[in-house]
């Protein structure tokens, strides 16, 4: 069956549907990680948005149990060309099938070079993904100009607290979206880890005596967040260790005064390298953000940049003066992608005053 995506400035680019048929509007956007597709996926950051994966050929060694989440998040996907015969000894089945099974509409055969051109040279914009060869622009584009993402922070958090076992340091993970391997990556260096709903008071946060306070990634902007940011404020003046990511490291900044803005195509993919300002080391780091802290806004009394991207110079990383707060713009817990910045949860382990 035929598929169409519709972009907001009216080109349109026509493929195969893979997935669900039903009709989808979203934010495109693109990502440049050539493996990893599934966690992809699955990271609940992308809630809100149709992925576009630049990589040619997606799906080649199938649905395997290196998932971010419990479902697929982005509202659609979008691919050159996908596997028809994926291979490999974990393979529990097909993209095609699992795109149909989470019923996330997607299109292949598009030439997703072309599309990323588009995307990098106008910035991030609006798009439908359609099975109706009738569609009519004049009826559509005034749509994509409308969508905006909303509140997805809701949608994507748990839905109760839960706790998984350990001996070693107490760390709250606000859950904001997170991606598994976060809570994971602290689990493996023997945390006790209390997973949060994104709406639990700081106040109960707080009473239960965590030994730190971890605030995951998350989907949508930033801004829009002002209740939790409120309550991120508190755990700011706690003086509880915290170590943030992503959103978490957005929600921070604005928190305590900064100001963030939308990246024209923001960074999304596997090999963005960051670079530590005090040791002057580059890492590389797996990305997947839209928005970003405006580094010039933050008072240097309350935190200093500890990361800059080196592709951009935009801001990838804070340092709070006077606190035991760091927080970072990229993914150290990576999944997809490459594990350089992993030492960081040892260091916030050695901040909770542990020894990893
Ligand atoms: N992965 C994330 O946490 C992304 C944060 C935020 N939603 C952004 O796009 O900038």
Redesign the pocket.
Same mark, same amino acid.
């Given at each position: 069956m035929k598929a169409f995506l519709i972009l907001e400035d009216g080109t349109v680019f026509t493929g195969t549907s893979i997935g669900s048929t039903k009709d989808m509007i979203s934010e495109i956007v693109f990502n440049t990680s050539m493996t990893g597709y599934l966690e992809v996926l699955t990271?609940p &950051?992308y809630a809100g948005q149709a992925v576009v994966m630049t990589y040619p050929l997606i799906g080649n060694y199938g649905i395997t149990p290196d998932k971010e989440s419990k479902k697929a998040w982005p509202d659609g996907y979008i691919v050159r060309e996908l596997s028809r015969m994926p291979s490999n000894f974990r393979c529990e089945g097909t993209i095609q099938d699992f795109l149909k099974e989470q019923d996330i509409p997607g299109i292949a055969g598009v030439d997703t070079r072309a599309l990323t051109k588009i995307l990098r040279e106008k910035g991030t914009m609006n798009g439908m993904i359609t099975t109706n060869e009738n569609y009519k622009l004049e009826e559509i584009l005034p749509r994509l100009k409308e969508y905006r993402v909303g509140d997805?922070v809701t949608k994507v958090t748990c839905s109760g607290k839960y706790v998984l076992e350990g001996t070693g340091k107490k760390v709250a993970l606000l859950d904001?979206?997170a991606k598994k391997n976060i809570a994971k990556s602290l689990h493996q260096r023997g945390c006790e880890v209390t997973v949060y709903p994104a709406h639990t008071t700081a106040e109960e946060i707080i009473s239960s005596h965590p030994d730190g306070i971890m605030l &995951?990634?998350? @989907?949508?902007? @930033?801004a829009d967040c002002t209740s939790i940011i409120k309550e991120i404020k508190k755990l700011y003046d706690s003086d509880i260790p915290i170590f943030a990511?992503? =959103? /978490?490291?957005?929600l921070m900044a604005l928190a305590t005064g900064a100001t963030?803005h939308? =990246?024209k195509y /923001?960074h999304r993919g596997g090999n963005h390298p960051v670079k530590d300002l005090k040791t002057n080391r580059v890492y590389i780091s797996s990305?997947?953000?839209?928005?970003?802290v405006d580094a010039e806004n933050v008072d240097p009394n309350i935190a200093v940049p500890a990361f800059v991207n080196v592709n951009d110079g935009t801001n990838e990383g804070l340092s709070y003066v006077g606190k035991n707060i760091f927080t970072v713009?990229f993914?150290p817990e990576a999944c997809p992608g490459p594990q350089d910045s992993g030492y960081l949860f040892d260091r916030f382990i050695e901040m909770m005053g542990g020894t990893k």
């Open positions: 990271d &950051s997805v904001l979206g &995951s990634n998350g @989907p949508g902007d @930033p990511i992503c =959103l /978490g490291h957005q963030t939308k =990246l /923001g990305q997947n953000h839209g928005y970003v713009q993914h």
